[in-house]
């Protein structure tokens, strides 16, 4: 739902001179699969072993309990991901300067407390 939501300002931010990517653990073949399903137009980066996502401090590994209640609803991390380590970026957002410097970040341990994606539209517009 993240991905739809974010798709929806993708032309604006194309129209203000920006590119998104999203960036995942997930093995690439499952992140096209994601991609046509859902109509998506941005990349989405895929990222061996959340290496990336350690680097930005936003990696968890899911306890024992979790772990169990996603094999039983046939989420099987370590298929999608490619590794048994059970890990997962916290939800994350990064708007990134053309040198390269981070401009702003949010994060949020509940991942379903997720930042409107027109927000992006607003930190990113000469205008606002």
Known sequence: ???????????????????????????AKYSKQLAKKHGLTFPILTDPHNKVAAE????????????????EFGIDLERFNGDDSWELPIPARFIV???????????????????D???????????E
């Open 1 to 27: 739902m993240e991905l739809e939501a974010l798709q929806e300002v993708v032309q604006a931010m194309t129209s203000l001179g920006s590119t998104l990517v999203a960036i995942s653990p997930q093995q």
């Open 56 to 71: 930005f401090g936003v990696v968890y590994r899911l306890p024992q309990q979790l772990k169990k209640l996603y094999m």
């Open 97 to 115: 300067d053309n040198r390269g410097d981070i401009m702003r970040a949010e994060a949020n341990p509940d991942y379903t407390n997720r930042p």
């Open 117 to 127: 994606p027109r927000e992006i539209i607003s930190a990113i517009s000469p205008d």
